[in-house]
């Protein structure tokens, strides 16, 4: 059995971290390298850091944001947004990131991904999949770009399956239907996913209970769970998710 890890997600904007619902409403959620020393110390496995307005604001990942959290941590942290070709990602790993998350740029340049996958190595390399439901599409789930503002016309299953086979090392799927809601994982595409691929997946968007994260891993089938509003407001710590988890029977690092 795999170890689940925990991994709580910085949404950045104007400095602070943020959330909203379903991408919009945003409201202020903190200090971001407040949050990540917190999220350290309470036993997080890794740390995402999204710029989630680089893509539609039409600039770069802020590398300010990510030198200050990197040095206040010691885990892995993927940071996203704005990252658009070798020399972005180059950047933002000497910033300090482990591992790099592109998703717009990577639609408009599949060959991105094999060519950041060879010249960094896989393991560095996560492809993020915005997706919402579309009956129109073989799976039911339509690929979303820029910032979850323009659907286009695509299959999300079968763009992860394209990802993987050009040397994604991990595939970071989030249903918009289910963002910020606290619902719980959209399981069935989190599922989907993880079906179609042989690559980690991350299950993102919509955590609110202890459940949905046994959810997330056991019927979504994924290794990493990451969640915001939950910890962001204190609704969850990461220490009672994982200890929820090793009553389950599942394999955590406590």
């Given at each position: 059995?795999?170890?689940?890890?925990?991994?709580?997600?910085?949404?950045?904007?104007?400095?602070?971290?943020?959330?909203?619902?379903?991408?919009?409403?945003?409201?202020?959620?903190?200090?971001?390298?407040?949050?990540?020393?917190?999220?350290?110390?309470?036993?997080?496995?890794?740390?995402?850091?999204?710029?989630?307005?680089?893509?539609?604001?039409?600039?770069?990942?802020?590398?300010?944001?990510?030198?200050?959290?990197?040095?206040?941590?010691?885990?892995?942290?993927?940071?996203?947004?704005?990252?658009?070709?070798?020399?972005?990602?180059?950047?933002?790993?000497?910033?300090?990131?482990?591992?790099?998350?592109?998703?717009?740029?990577?639609?408009?340049?599949?060959?991105?991904?094999?060519?950041?996958?060879?010249?960094?190595?896989?393991?560095?390399?996560?492809?993020?999949?915005?997706?919402?439901?579309?009956?129109?599409?073989?799976?039911?789930?339509?690929?979303?770009?820029?910032?979850?503002?323009?659907?286009?016309?695509?299959?999300?299953?079968?763009?992860?399956?394209?990802?993987?086979?050009?040397?994604?090392?991990?595939?970071?799927?989030?249903?918009?239907?289910?963002d910020g809601t606290q619902a719980g994982y959209d399981l069935e595409f989190?599922?989907?996913?993880?079906?179609?691929?042989?690559?980690?997946?991350?299950?993102?968007?919509?955590?609110?209970?202890?459940?949905?994260?046994?959810?997330?891993a056991i019927k979504g089938k994924a290794q990493i769970l990451l969640a915001?509003?939950?910890?962001?407001?204190?609704?969850?710590?990461?220490?009672?998710?994982?200890?929820?988890?090793?009553?389950?029977?599942?394999?955590?690092?406590?």
């Amino acid at each position: 059995m795999a170890t689940i890890k925990i991994m709580p997600c910085l949404d950045m904007k104007n400095g602070r971290v943020v959330k909203g619902i379903h991408f919009v409403d945003l409201k202020d959620a903190g200090d971001p390298v407040e949050n990540a020393k917190f999220y350290q110390e309470d036993g997080a496995d890794e740390l995402a850091m999204l710029d989630i307005a680089a893509t539609i604001e039409n600039r770069k990942t802020r590398l300010e944001w990510i030198e200050k959290v990197s040095s206040a941590i010691t885990i892995p942290l993927t940071v996203g947004g704005g990252i658009a070709s070798l020399e972005d990602i180059d950047i933002v790993l000497n910033a300090g990131a482990s591992k790099i998350s592109i998703n717009t740029a990577a639609v408009k340049e599949p060959k991105l991904i094999s060519q950041a996958a060879k010249e960094f190595g896989s393991a560095r390399i996560a492809v993020a999949i915005d997706a919402r439901r579309n009956k129109e599409m073989p799976s039911g789930f339509e690929l979303v770009v820029s910032g979850g503002t323009t659907p286009i016309g695509k299959d999300a299953v079968s763009w992860a399956k394209e990802c993987e086979g050009s040397g994604a090392g991990v595939i970071l799927p989030t249903s918009m239907d289910g963002d910020g809601t606290q619902a719980g994982y959209d399981l069935e595409f989190t599922r989907a996913i993880s079906d179609a691929v042989r690559l980690p997946v991350i299950a993102s968007g919509g955590a609110g209970t202890l459940e949905h994260f046994y959810e997330g891993a056991i019927k979504g089938k994924a290794q990493i769970l990451l969640a915001a509003s939950v910890f962001h407001y204190r609704i969850l710590s990461v220490r009672q998710v994982k200890e929820y988890l090793k009553s389950k029977g599942l394999k955590v690092n406590l």
